[in-house]
């Protein structure tokens, strides 16, 4: 059994790059919080762009090209990670900008969070393994 292959490393190694993609969506934000008319975005959850993937990947048609036949699931929702989900802001400024900077902070500490969790999981299984190995801890 190769322990890379396990479901739960693939699982973390998909979840550490949906944080990764979406910390960059943030930060995208964050620094266009001058920006006149800007309308933050973010990504879908991670539990959609996982059953999204899963569904592309059970062989649902999509469009990589422009001459294409569209699928059966939206492009925008296809890729399951892409920037694009513009999120509807509470408040705009004079300017029209949409970031609030308090609610794209909160969600960049989140991120974070959520991937020192995710590594730490991944640690403890990689852990667990060895020492089911009897290479120790």
Do not use: C
Request: net charge negative; proline share 4%.
């Amino acid at each position: 059994m190769d322990i890379l292959n396990a479901g739960i490393f693939d699982l973390a190694e998909q979840r550490l790059g949906w944080l990764d993609r979406r910390q960059q969506v943030l930060a995208q934000n964050v620094a266009n919080a001058d920006t006149p008319n800007y309308t933050p975005n973010d990504l879908p959850d991670f539990a959609t762009t996982l059953r999204n993937a899963s569904m592309v990947a059970a062989g649902t048609m999509t469009q990589d090209a422009v001459g294409h036949m569209a699928g059966t699931v939206a492009a925008s929702v296809e890729a399951g990670a892409r920037p694009g989900s513009r999120t509807q802001p509470r408040n705009r400024a004079p300017d029209g900008n949409g970031v609030a900077l308090d609610d794209e902070l909160t969600k960049v500490a989140d991120v974070q969070n959520m991937q020192s969790l995710t590594s730490g999981l991944y640690t403890k299984y990689m852990g667990l393994f060895r020492l089911a190995l009897g290479r120790g801890s």
